[in-house]
């Protein structure tokens, strides 16, 4: 999986990178059929914000948090993404179960017409 990462108002270091790619190797595990994740961090009135964007089978997920601290930003948006990225992955399992066809229920007046009262 390769993953994008770029800052706004942030030099993005190698220490930054390394904590990234520990981060989100999980993911990758856990999601072979990722190919690319796209992470920018923006530093705006002294927040960190953390915007994660990526393709999974043929849905845009994305996931942002704010923080502070870089670190922790980065670590609630992981957390965001691997939620939405179960979800979805839930979703298309759920679509590979047969649904139970759907009857109407007979109605009273029919039932009653049926039966010989007398």
């Known amino acids: 999986m390769k993953i994008n990462l770029s800052g706004h108002h942030v030099d993005v ?8 790619n520990e981060k989100f190797t999980k993911i ?3 999601f072979p059929t990722l190919i690319s994740i796209d992470i920018i961090i923006s530093k705006e009135h002294g927040e960190f914000e953390v915007e994660i ?6 849905s845009r997920i994305a996931a942002k948090a704010s923080d502070p601290v870089m ?3 980065l670590t609630q948006a992981g957390k965001k993404l691997d939620a ?5 992955k839930g979703q298309l399992k759920a679509d590979l179960h047969q649904k139970p066809e759907v009857t109407a229920p007979e109605i009273a007046y029919e039932k009653v017409q049926e039966m ?3």
């Open 53 to 58: 964007t990526t393709n999974y089978e043929g």
């Open 28 to 30: 990758a595990s856990h």
């Open 13 to 20: 270091t190698d220490t930054v990178k390394d904590h990234v």
């Open 84 to 88: 939405a990225l179960k979800h979805r």
């Open 71 to 73: 670190y922790p930003a």
């Open 116 to 118: 010989e009262l007398k």
